[in-house]
């Protein structure tokens, strides 16, 4: 449990001395015991990676049951949600004086996420974050706690999917078309019940649905269902995430089909490049720190401050209804 600190062996009493507290304070940090004022364990990790001290994570396991890292299982992880929720969890854990292993799978098979869950027990992990979590994927019967990023029941994805559909409701638009994610994942089936949900407290229509898979060319494969439905009367579309959103826009433009002029697109996510689609992409934003912060408490039966609420993001890709 230490670093060399230029050749000085650096220990708990160095850092201790560094952050002004006591040598218990330290470890109390470092075990992640709750009731450490924020400007005490701020110091303290701030003295740790000061003078590099590093926590044998090993000789720690031999004494505990616990390993101080969290896993994570990704799914799809090349995708901007996922990716940017792995980033976020490796944060969150970090300020918790947590390490996070992660194991990959491109499969929504549940046999193979299951295989990733068991790859990281093996490893004696202190729980589990899935990330894009699919529906079939068992939460219970590990032994350790398993947890969906964004929480199981995807309250804030519901209410984020809403924000957008109210959007176009007040814009004007009362026939609108959804291009939903893949229908086996926890957060899709989410953002549509937002959808389902707003269409139908503002006695809206929603005139058709075409399910994607998160990627830019299902939003294009989406673009002739959109435009038929749009030649029948549709003015606006609610689109899962803003990947699918740009290749929709770019397929309807190659139809004839202007964005907002002919049809008001709006996505979901706010990725970093979504402000510089043609034309800029309205959509909505989730505190995704504060989701990741969430479910890594969660794993670690700790409590944590509530996620922000989701912030639209209006920009140039919706306008009133025509």
């Known amino acids: 449990m230490s670093g060399d600190g230029g050749g000085k062996r650096i220990g708990m009493r160095e850092v201790a001395d560094a952050a002004g507290v006591s040598t218990q304070t330290v470890s109390r940090v470092l075990n992640g015991y709750p009731g450490i004022r924020d400007a005490t364990r701020e110091r303290v990790l701030d003295a740790v990676a000061a003078l590099?001290?590093?926590?044998?994570?090993?000789?720690?396991?031999?004494?505990?049951?616990?390993?101080?890292?969290?896993?994570?299982?990704?799914?799809?992880?090349?995708?901007?949600?996922?990716?940017?929720?792995?980033?976020?969890?490796?944060?969150?854990a970090r300020a918790r004086g947590r390490w996070i292993s992660t194991a990959y799978t491109s499969s929504d098979d549940p046999a193979d996420i299951d295989a990733a869950v068991r790859h990281l027990l093996a490893q004696g992990v202190d729980g589990v974050v899935l990330v894009a979590a699919h529906s079939t994927t068992p939460l219970e019967g590990h032994g350790v706690p398993l947890v969906p990023l964004y929480g199981e029941s995807g309250i804030r994805q519901r209410s984020a999917a809403a924000l957008v559909v109210e959007h176009l409701a007040d814009l004007g638009h009362r026939r609108i078309v959804e291009v939903a994610g893949p229908s086996d994942w926890r957060e899709a089936l989410a953002r549509a019940s937002g959808v389902a949900d707003?269409?139908?407290?503002?006695?809206?229509?929603?005139?058709?649905?075409?399910?994607?898979?998160?990627?830019?060319?299902?939003?294009?494969?989406?673009?002739?269902?959109?435009?038929?439905?749009?030649?029948?009367?549709?003015?606006?579309?609610?689109?899962?995430?803003?990947?699918?959103?740009?290749?929709?826009?770019?397929?309807?433009?190659?139809?004839?089909?202007?964005?907002?002029?002919?049809?008001?697109?709006?996505?979901?996510d706010d990725n970093p490049d979504a402000a510089f689609y043609t034309p800029a992409l309205t959509t909505v934003r989730l505190?995704?720190?504060?989701?990741?912060?969430?479910?890594?408490?969660?794993?670690?039966?700790?409590?944590?401050?509530?996620?922000?609420?989701?912030?639209?993001?209006?920009r140039a890709s919706t306008a009133r209804a025509r």
Not at 202 to 218: E, K, P, T
Not at 225 to 234: L, P
Not at 289 to 295: H, K, Q, R, S
């Open 52 to 92: 590099d001290y590093r926590l044998n994570n090993a000789a720690r396991a031999l004494g505990t049951s616990l390993t101080r890292t969290v896993g994570v299982v990704a799914s799809d992880a090349a995708l901007h949600g996922p990716s940017a929720g792995i980033a976020a969890l490796e944060r969150a």
């Open 198 to 268: 707003a269409v139908a407290r503002r006695g809206l229509a929603c005139v058709g649905r075409i399910d994607g898979d998160w990627s830019a060319s299902s939003g294009a494969a989406a673009a002739d269902a959109v435009a038929a439905h749009v030649r029948a009367g549709a003015t606006a579309v609610a689109v899962a995430n803003d990947q699918m959103a740009l290749g929709l826009m770019a397929a309807l433009a190659a139809r004839g089909l202007t964005v907002p002029q002919d049809v008001s697109v709006a996505g979901f």
């Open 287 to 314: 505190d995704v720190d504060g989701e990741a912060a969430e479910a890594v408490a969660a794993v670690l039966g700790e409590a944590a401050a509530a996620p922000a609420d989701p912030v639209l993001v209006p």
